[in-house]
């Protein structure tokens, strides 16, 4: 294979697992063993009325650990996107 082509399917591979992170569900532990969903690094399924009433800190809780998970899975998104661009855009130098 082309290092073009490696380059291409190594981008995929980070931009799907980057995606993979993002979508997977948070959740977190009350002080009595319940489990509280926070919902995925994008917000969904997240419902702040129902954390908020197992305890008013667990939606701070599950804010951070949203913007946690977003912190470092973004960047592994946008760096397969870029592997992805610059395999598929980038052409040979020509042999003149």
Do not use: H, K
Not at 15 to 33: K, N, R, V, Y
Request: glycine share 12%; hydrophobic share 55%.
């Amino acid at each position: 294979m082309s290092p073009r082509v490696v380059t291409a399917v190594v981008g995929v591979a980070f931009f799907l697992a980057g995606l993979l992170i993002m979508l997977l569900p948070l959740s977190t532990d009350t002080p009595e063993g319940v489990s509280v969903a926070c919902g995925n690094s994008v917000g969904m399924g997240f419902d702040a009325v129902a954390v908020e009433a197992e305890g008013a800190a667990f939606v701070e809780i599950c804010g951070r650990l949203r913007m946690e998970r977003l912190a470092w899975a973004a960047p592994v998104v946008v760096l397969g996107a870029l592997l992805v661009v610059g395999g598929v855009v980038v052409r040979r130098r020509s042999s003149t």
